[in-house]
């Protein structure tokens, strides 16, 4: 076959090298990696002896303060430019994925699925995120009467290195969706994939390093079976972050310099997953047959071989039978073979040790249960796939304690809401659980039943299924982790996946002294008058609390009555002065919205200059009345500066400007306060522009 030809080729020239301090380690004692799909090798994995100490030290010290000295957005967009340049390079990869036993569908879930969440990570962290080297996180906190000690907020990047131990299943997306928010953290990288399927995460590390767009030691990598005494060498400003089976994390977990020195270790493990079909559902309902395509998919795709896959089918014990036969009908289309077929639908298990390893936990399960399904038998890595039931699922654990890490679920049968709500839990923690129902009631009760046992929680019904990402599927925009047995770890969840990898540090002073450290304006801060109107002034001319004072507006009855025309609103607070003798104000006043227009009139500027457009409005605090004959006077404050990416559309390059606005009466009585942010022109362009 060409595949195997290919393969020959392959094995003679694809070495698993290390990449440790700059450079790649050719030398060390060879191991055949074996392709999934005929056994034979597809590359070497290179061990060479690795001084874990200075590997280490080399990214404390070189990689470290080269991501400290740029933001976190100028991290981010390395991070995008560099799934760009791994998406352009994404075929070679593909080619590489089917020897794991992933077909062209299973290898697009890890490959562009993982390039994927990078662009998700970089455009939420520059979006949500600071611009500076740090981040500002949340308002500042009032700690004193007068508001002189105040209190603030930030995460700022650690002065350690971050190791991430990867797990077989996702050589790719495993990697990547680390490596991305570590880097935008301003934490240098040491990766360690499983050996099974290295030669795919070889393959794109290796292009990661030849990008040349990461800095110089913000990345190192281990081709190993285990990571020998690198977690010897580990300090509290270090952290770990491990995906694999719960037995073997928490093993590393319990590592004597893990707990010494209170390490970080954000742990996600194997979990046995659970899928409830509501009581409400029946066989003739649009929801049933997405609950079976479900269950049939997740036992299938990647072969089963993934955390999020459901080992635990919990289905009213009337449906038993419907589900058994229905999911038998589903499995029994299941097309086995080579993953480079167009025609296969399910390829092998990543080794034949890991179909071993299959067999041998699917048979202590079928000591407790009855087996319903089975597709034929295979050789090698390949397997087929398995169907369980357990009668009396409340009464055996077994079945909520062993995994079996491949193509299989247990049928569980339950006899009302609240043993459904029990089964789902009895795993003990999971990452991920879903439910089908078309009853919004079932749905709240059993999803808020189950929220405390599950890091994620899908209710699907036929609604929400044709746009639905699937049980299976973590998406980088929501958190990925879950208690107890899925390892109590935390990682994704858009901007979160960044400040996961900082540290959240509490500053207390004067606003003054806060403003000037963090870079952002604090409420109560001295503030400095602009050199020219602000609206004047480009991008880089503008500085963090610089003001402008407006002059002083008098609210007129025709102003009242005229806004309640021009708008339409003729609230009777606003127009009818009986009415409003009997408000919560006992007299006429202005709207809010008047004030928040009069006040633009006060600080905006009339003629052509930087500023371009309004770019949005946050926060916005209405705090006392204005009513006729009352005076308002603007203050209009640089509270931040974001810079924007120019786009071939774009006419200028452009940034974000966050003002401060704060509106008082004749009594220096604040009545509104907001943000506004505004596109303001640079002068200059950046390396981040049209790229």
């Known amino acids: 076959m060409e595949t195997d030809n290919q393969n020959q080729e392959t094995s003679s020239e694809l070495k698993v090298q290390s990449y440790i301090q700059g450079k790649w380690l050719s030398k060390g004692s060879e191991t055949d990696l074996i392709s999934a799909i005929n056994e034979k090798p597809v590359a070497q994995l290179v061990e060479a002896d690795i001084d874990y100490h200075s590997a280490l030290e080399y990214g404390r010290t070189v990689g470290g303060p080269a991501l400290r000295k740029l933001t976190i957005h100028e991290r981010a967009f390395k991070i995008k430019f560099l799934a760009a340049y791994l998406m352009e390079r994404k075929e070679k990869h593909y080619k590489l994925s089917s020897h794991t036993g992933a077909t062209r569908k299973d290898s697009w879930i890890d490959i562009e699925g993982g390039y994927g969440s990078m662009f998700v990570l970089s455009s939420k962290a520059r979006r949500e995120l600071s611009d500076l080297p740090f981040h500002v996180e949340g308002g500042t906190e009032r700690l004193s009467r007068g508001g002189t000690f105040v209190g603030q907020h930030i995460c700022v990047p650690k002065h350690g290195i971050a190791v991430h131990i990867n797990a077989f299943n996702f050589p790719v997306w495993g990697m990547v969706e680390k490596l991305a928010p570590a880097i935008m953290a301003g934490q240098p990288c040491i990766i360690k994939p499983s050996p099974v399927g290295s030669y795919l995460a070889y393959e794109v590390f290796k292009d990661i390093i030849e990008s040349e767009i990461l800095p110089e030691g913000s990345v190192q990598f281990i081709a190993a079976d285990k990571p020998g ?29 893990i707990v010494a020195n209170s390490i970080q270790f954000n742990m996600e493990a194997d979990s046995l997953n659970a899928s409830i079909l509501g009581p409400d559902v029946t066989p003739d309902m649009e929801e049933f047959n997405l609950f079976i395509k479900e269950i049939g998919m997740e036992m299938t795709v990647k072969t089963g071989q993934k955390c999020t896959a459901i080992r ?109 709500i029990q089964l789902a839990n009895k795993s003990d923690g999971s990452l991920v659980a879903s439910l089908f129902t078309a009853d919004d009631d079932i749905a709240a009760k059993i999803t808020l039943g189950c929220a405390p046992y599950h890091g994620r929680f899908m209710v699907i019904n036929k609604d929400s299924a044709g746009e639905s990402t699937g049980h299976g599927s973590p998406m980088p925009h929501m958190v990925h982790g879950g208690p107890g047995r899925a390892g109590g770890g935390e990682e994704l969840g858009g901007a979160r996946a960044v400040l996961h990898n900082m540290q959240r540090i509490a500053l207390q002073g004067s606003p003054t002294t806060l403003m000037n450290i963090v870079k952002q304006h604090i409420k109560g801060a001295e503030t400095k008058e602009a050199p020219k109107h602000p609206f004047q002034m480009y991008f880089e001319e503008l500085e963090v609390g610089q003001s402008l004072l407006s002059d002083v507006r008098k609210v007129k009855d025709q102003d009242v009555e005229d806004f309640a025309n021009l708008s339409g609103d003729h609230f009777y607070a606003h127009t009818d002065p009986d009415a409003a003798s009997r408000s919560l104000f006992g007299k006429i006043v202005a709207h809010g919205y008047f004030v928040l227009s009069a006040a633009a009139g006060q600080f905006v500027h009339p003629d052509e200059g930087p500023v371009l457009l309004n770019y949005g409005l946050e926060n916005l605090a209405f705090l006392a009345p204005v009513a006729p004959g009352d005076t308002i006077q603007t203050k209009l404050i640089v509270k931040r500066k974001t810079v924007r990416q120019q786009r071939e559309m774009d006419l200028f390059p452009f940034g974000v400007v966050y003002w401060d606005v704060e509106v008082k009466n004749q009594e ?7 943000t506004i942010l505004t596109l303001v022109k640079r002068k200059n362009k950046l390396d981040i522009d049209l790229v």
């Open 229 to 257: 005494d690198l977690l010897d060498h580990l300090n509290s400003q270090d952290s770990v972050s491990f995906t694999g089976s719960a037995t073997t994390g928490k093993k590393l977990k319990s590592h004597p310099n």
């Open 312 to 420: 635990r089918t919990i289905v009213p014990r009337e449906r038993l039978e419907d589900v058994s036969e229905a999911l038998k009908i589903f499995l029994s289309k299941t097309t086995i073979g080579d993953p480079t077929d167009k025609d296969t639908r399910m390829g092998p298990l990543a080794s034949s040790l890991q179909s071993q390893r299959f067999d041998e936990q699917l048979a202590v399960l079928e000591d407790v249960t009855d087996s319903i399904f089975s597709n034929g038998t295979h050789e090698g890595a390949f397997t087929s796939p398995k169907v369980l039931v357990c009668h009396q699922p409340m009464k055996v654990d077994k079945v909520h304690e062993v995994e079996a890490f491949g193509p299989m679920t247990t049928i569980m049968p339950y006899d009302s809401t609240e043993e459904a």
């Open 668 to 674: 220096d009585v604040l009545v509104a306060e907001y």
